[in-house]
């Protein structure tokens, strides 16, 4: 694994813990954002996609944290 896949990876795992202590779903969490499936939020997640910076913005907003824990 490189730096860049494991940066893409913390920012995932980072939005899945905060994700899960909000208990919500993949569906429910999705459903939260604008133009972002589910498929996209178990992507990120799992570290397959990186988390691009709207989504970022979108959900630093939603759970009321920096934007800095998700961007490199």
Known sequence: MDLEE??????????????????????????KLEGVSVDQITDIESGILPMPSEIARQVSNLLDVPISLFLK
Request: hydrophobic share 35%; no cysteine; charged share 30%.
């Open 6 to 31: 494991s940066g893409n990876r913390a920012a995932g795992v980072i939005m899945k813990i905060l994700r899960e202590r909000r208990n919500l779903t993949p569906e429910e969490f999705s459903n």
